[in-house]
């Protein structure tokens, strides 16, 4: 079955360490996005890419890095200077036709012990 | 101002009710609307979808757009408690016109009371 996958489900993380978020699509779809989520404040850009190799700093990407080295894969790493990290993470993709539909995966949700 | 706006709730209203859910935008250049829905600490899932202007049905679900007040909404007729969730709009410029990126409302938290 086509969609997105991502992992883990689960993730902590101590001060001062970077962590990797997974996602892994087999839609085909050339756009991909990171989001994230906060109580009360609705999705927020960190990153999208629109094709492999290539990708643009959404509107809170400081402390985090992507890459986009396969059309199917679109992985986060939060770094140590992301200040706030503990946060429900989303990634989604989206297809380059008439009717455009974005699909999410799960979420990983992060939290700083 | 926000690109988008959307009243977070919560909302709450009695089994059976119909529910309406809206946004308003001020950027002219959307073309695409969506519904989401997310349960409690999941992803979100499409609900609905609509390209440029007008109305669009799925069951019990009405989507309508109205680009000259900047203006979509969500209509939910005969709402189940299963319909208890947060729901999320999002907008996105012509994919032909350059880079997409998907804005989104801030979500409204609906519950369906029994």
């Known amino acids: 079955d086509g969609g997105i996958t991502q992992s883990p489900k689960y993730l902590f993380r101590k001060e001062g360490q970077n962590v990797t978020l997974s996602c892994e699509q087999n839609?085909?779809?050339?756009?991909m996005y990171w989001y994230r989520q906060d109580p009360g404040q609705g999705l927020r850009l960190i990153y999208y890419?629109?094709?492999?190799?290539?990708?643009q700093k959404g509107d809170i990407a400081e402390g985090y890095s992507v890459s986009r080295e396969k059309k199917e894969s679109f992985p986060l790493t939060v770094t140590s200077a992301q200040k706030n990290p503990t946060a429900f993470y989303l990634c989604?993709?989206?297809?380059?036709?008439?009717?455009?539909?974005?699909?999410f995966g799960q979420g990983t949700r992060l939290t700083v012990v | 101002q926000k690109e988008v706006e959307q009243d977070p709730g919560p909302l709450s209203v009695p089994e059976g009710a119909i529910v309406s859910l809206n946004c308003t935008y001020s950027n002219s250049a959307f073309q695409y609307f969506m519904w989401y829905r997310q349960y409690s600490r999941k992803g979100p899932e499409l609900l609905m979808y609509t390209y440029s202007s007008g109305n669009k049905e799925d069951g019990r679900f009405t989507a309508q757009v109205d680009k000259s007040s900047k203006y979509i909404s969500l209509f939910i007729r005969d709402s189940q408690p299963s319909d208890s969730a947060t729901y999320l709009c999002a907008m996105s410029v012509d994919w032909v016109q350059g880079a997409q990126k998907l804005v989104f409302g801030q979500g409204t938290r609906l519950t369906i009371n029994p």
């Open positions: 890419s629109q094709i492999v190799n290539d990708f």
């Open positions: 989604a993709s989206l297809g380059q036709r008439e009717n455009t539909e974005a699909f």
């Open positions: 839609l085909n779809h050339d756009a």
